[in-house]
């Protein structure tokens, strides 16, 4: 295959200024992002020498210590703009270690603990102030990239079978409203080139052109050149020498090159490099499934729930008076679920159906919408009454489970709690869905509820196990609120 000369003559003449205008929002995100961490670090220190515990010291020595601490960590990197929760924990481990370096320079070497009671007093306020500014750019960048603007063109290189999987899990989370071929994070893919061309077909069904085989990369890069990524997918016939020529025809055009693992649904922070004789390999984290990694969690959840629980006491009963004044039958429904590695336990619901439902369930098999997998769901269920299909939109049928939280037979944040019966049909893969908690809301809640096919559902709980994180609770419990209010796939 033939590979773009990789020289400063080729940048030179063929450099145009749409490429330029292209590359110039990165530098721009870039320099508003070190004017924002200096204007952090500036206020965190005013704010410690108006509070009557700074010097000017510390005026004059925390914005520089801040970017340098900030640039070791990689929080202005070019290949994180707007990824959000990765350059946040880049901000958070400079917090940590700014007192050290002031322990170092103030103590160590000036015997003096005044900077050190001082720099641990700005770093919490830097970061907050860092942290604020980097939301603030980062909800700009998206709604630019919600426009068009600002977009990475994207060319996709592997087997017919590995892009069609990959091509689907981008495109589930594409932007309302956008072409078939735009995705999130700022990226539009442009066109696919194949290891197996004749299976064009498949590709061609999800909307995005096929340029043709492998050797047409470097054709593909030179027409989408100036913001162009490289993503090449694993394939035997994908070799060592055909991705280095890969690598240096997208590097002499400007673009970025990337690797898709061989398998999806894995966090960044479970991912580091490894060098190993020489080698670098990608090493991939255990998931954190222990009772003492997830001790905080628990705790944190089971103090929530009371909280929770006393705040809301009064809505409690009002929604118990109305369900028991709305139909005959009970306010709470109690049904038998299934809980961490297996054990069962009684979840309380507010009741939403008629006390007969169980008994009419046979009869609206038929109108099963989930009948591709284990789940029974029925869209404008008969069963369900006026009261319970406005509780059941805006999700106030689940509240009862906070008392389940509070006894620590479930999570606020988990997998869907399943049935016995759901349960008894578990291949061993989706068994994992038991390795935690049951929870209120998780990542199947928040992405779609009963909308979303068996298999859909499935890949978001075993997701959710695998890469569980603290921050990966936060992200959801922030999305729960818009798509309760939605009341999208509730019924």
Known sequence: ??????????????????????????????????????????????????????????????????????????????????????????????TLVLPALAAGIGWGIAGDLDLLHEMILAAPAAAALSLAARFALRQRLRRDWARGENRTTAVLVGPSAGVAELLTALLRDARPGAPAAAVLQGMDIAGVCLTDPANAKEIDALGVPVLGGVDEVPGAIRTFRGSTAVVVLPAPEIDAALLRRLSWSTAAAGGDFLLAPAFGDVAAARLEVRPIGGVPLIHVRAPRLSRLARLPKEL?????????????????????VTVRLGSR???????????????????????????????????????????????????????????????????????????????????????????????????????RRLLVKPGLTGLWQVSGRSDLPWDEAVRLDLAYVDNWSLGLDAVILLRTGPAVLRGTGAY
């Open 329 to 431: 039958g009970p306010a709470f429904f109690r049904q038998v679920r299934v809980g961490l590695h297996g054990k069962q336990f009684t979840m309380l619901k507010f009741r939403t159906m008629r006390p007969d439902a169980e008994a009419l369930r046979a009869e609206l098999a038929d109108a099963n919408h989930n009948s591709d997998g284990l789940l029974f769901k029925v869209r404008e269920d008969p069963r369900v009454t006026k009261v319970g299909a406005t509780l059941r939109r805006y999700s106030l049928d689940e509240l009862p489970q906070l008392i389940n939280v509070l006894s620590g037979r479930m999570s606020l944040i988990g997998p869907r709690p399943p049935l016995p019966e759901e349960v008894a049909g578990y291949s061993h893969e989706v068994r």
């Open 300 to 320: 944190a959840e089971r103090l929530i729930a009371a909280v929770l629980l006393v705040l809301l006491s009064p809505l409690i009963c009002v929604v118990a």
């Open 1 to 94: 295959m033939t590979v773009l000369p990789v020289t400063h003559e080729r940048h030179r003449v063929e450099s145009t200024h749409v490429d330029v205008q292209r590359l110039w929002w990165r530098r721009r995100h870039q320099t508003a992002l070190l004017v924002a961490d200096a204007a952090a670090a500036v206020a965190a220190a005013v704010l410690v020498l108006r509070a009557g515990g700074g010097h000017w010291p510390v005026v004059l020595a925390l914005p520089p210590a801040w970017l340098v601490v900030l640039y070791a960590h990689r929080a202005h990197a070019r290949n994180t703009l707007g990824s959000g929760t990765e350059v946040y924990r880049r901000v958070l481990r400079g």
